[in-house]
């Protein structure tokens, strides 16, 4: 089996913890590297933690030589305070992340997105995604694939009443999310972790976008694997 290197960009959040366990467990990566704020403490023999400040990623450049880049990077307003400061992790911090990943010449660039991202949407923060997509799509990686979950759901240290009532819903009442509605079911950080893993396996080249139902099948392709 091919024994590839990974970087994993946002290995604190809620999808990028589970992404880290899945590398790290695997068999297909022989090197994984996190770039953190702050150590995470754990240890690992495969694992090499780089604790950086992100608005000067370029000092962790060496590192984007990688095979497979996962950008798991985001925030939510709550914590980031203002605009400005979510839009510097969830658009500036990631494209950084991608122009020194296409000048290292990683082979994939993953990141996650979200569902409804439109440059032109009248809700800010699908503007956001949007406008980030778009100018990922720019840079001439040769593999990219865009994540595009719906509602995350999963054990965060913070209480979230959106994230709660969406889950409620989707247990207690599923067929609100069936047809046409499907890809708007909230979807489990682990799942939308596993995808991406099993994505990655993947030979293509160029531009994809996986919305939650086909993150759905990826993540069960990982598991019947």
Not at 66 to 79: E, M, N, R, V
Not at 183 to 207: D, E, W
Request: positive net charge.
């Amino acid at each position: 089996m091919a024994q590839k290197s990974a970087l994993l960009l946002g290995a604190s959040g809620l999808v990028g913890g589970e992404l880290l366990k899945l590398l790290l467990d695997g068999d297909e990566y022989q090197r994984v590297t996190i770039l953190v704020r702050r150590p995470l403490a754990i240890q690992h023999p495969k694992l090499t933690e780089v604790v950086i400040d992100f608005n000067s990623l370029e000092q962790a450049k060496d590192k984007f030589s990688a095979d497979d880049i996962f950008s798991c990077l985001g925030t939510t307003i709550k914590k980031a305070k203002t605009r400005e400061a979510m839009n510097k992790v969830d658009y500036e911090y990631t494209m950084s992340a991608a122009k020194l990943a296409k000048a290292m010449d990683a082979d994939k660039f993953l990141v996650i997105s979200s569902i409804g991202a439109n440059p032109n949407s009248p809700v800010w923060y699908s503007r956001l995604k949007g406008r980030l997509e778009a100018d990922l799509k720019q840079l001439g990686l040769p593999a990219l694939y865009v994540f595009q979950p719906s509602l995350l759901v999963g054990k965060r240290k913070e209480f979230r009443f959106g994230e709660y009532t969406a889950a409620f819903l989707s247990k207690f009442i599923p067929f609100m999310f069936n047809g046409p509605l499907k890809k708007y079911k909230p979807i489990k950080a682990s799942t939308v972790a596993a995808g991406m893993y099993r994505a990655a396996q993947l030979p293509n080249s160029g531009i994809i976008t996986f919305q939650s139902d086909k993150i759905n099948q990826l993540a069960y392709s990982l598991v019947e694997s």
